[in-house]
């Protein structure tokens, strides 16, 4: 499934994705369900998505179905740092941990698997590499919940070690670009981002001037948490529309343009910043807007 952002959109969780050491483990893009009956989309795709939404991930006991930002999933993918394993009898249990929260992965001890592996040589192929405490890895899981406590389940093979650092911040994009699509639905086509031309500009600014919503994208209109005022909703949109920088635009420049008060721009930009629409960048009165294209 092709999600549209980021130009050539995305389908499957790519970077070196592996489920694990040959053909142990999950296989990306691929369903661990038995072939035959009806199954919804969440159940025939690993989802890559950050530790804090596995906590936040909705369970329904009576079903056992979990649910992220409404959509059902069955299987799930993260990278993140070991801070801890313990290796028992008939298991291994990891404490990882993102950045966003920690989690606990329980791991099956499968000696088959061990005897297949053990002799691979490690140097010809850096991600059969056996991660370590303070390692960065990959897992690939199911979530479980027992006694009130959730974990993720993975299967042998399912937990690899990462080897090229970008790998991180690449899960953490493509974990964005899942939750955008299912928070905010598929992005305009390309082409279709800007309006073009001087009439266009113009009622942009028109519609800017007048406090209104501008059209993005030509064919759709940003939508705003409940309760955002006139003044923050002005705000964004000049952001949006105005030339683009690195640096964003000065707080004295909006309110300049928008011919506002510099209190009355402050107060907007903080509450656009509560709500995930804007984000300082050289520094606190210098902003840049989120959500657009």
Do not use: C
């Amino acid at each position: 499934m092709d999600y549209g952002y980021g130009g050539g959109g995305f389908s499957t969780t790519s970077y070196g994705a592996q489920g694990g050491a040959n053909d142990g483990g999950f296989v990306a893009g691929g369903s661990q369900e038995p072939t035959g009956g009806s199954r919804s989309y969440g159940e025939d795709t690993i989802r890559p998505v950050t530790i804090k939404q596995i906590a936040d991930a909705e369970h329904n006991p009576n079903t056992d179905k979990w649910t992220i930002d409404n959509a059902d999933i069955t299987q799930v993918t993260f990278v993140a740092q070991i801070r801890n394993m313990t290796t028992h009898a008939t298991n291994s249990v990891y404490k990882f941990e993102d950045g966003t929260a920690s989690i606990e992965v329980k791991q099956w001890i499968d000696p088959e698997f061990l005897e297949r592996t053990e002799n691979e040589d490690v140097s010809k192929d850096p991600s059969l590499r056996k991660p370590a405490e303070q390692d960065y890895a990959r897992v690939f899981g199911s979530l479980k919940e027992l006694g009130g406590k959730r974990f993720v389940q993975a299967r042998p093979g399912a937990i690899r070690a990462v080897n090229d650092y970008n790998e991180v911040h690449y899960h953490l994009l493509e974990a964005t670009v899942i939750h955008l699509f299912f928070t905010r639905g598929k992005p305009p086509q390309p082409g279709m981002a800007n309006k073009s031309g001087a009439a266009g500009m113009q009622q942009q600014n028109q519609q800017r001037q007048n406090g209104g919503d501008v059209t993005m994208g030509g064919t759709t209109s940003m939508m705003f948490p409940t309760g955002t005022s006139q003044t923050a909703k002005r705000v964004w949109n000049f952001l949006a529309t105005a030339p683009q920088t690195n640096e964003g635009h000065h707080v004295q420049l909006i309110a300049s343009q928008l011919k506002m008060d510099v209190g009355e721009v402050s107060r907007a930009g903080q509450e656009l910043q509560d709500n995930g629409l804007l984000y300082t960048t050289v520094n606190e009165e210098t902003w840049a807007a989120l959500g657009t294209d």
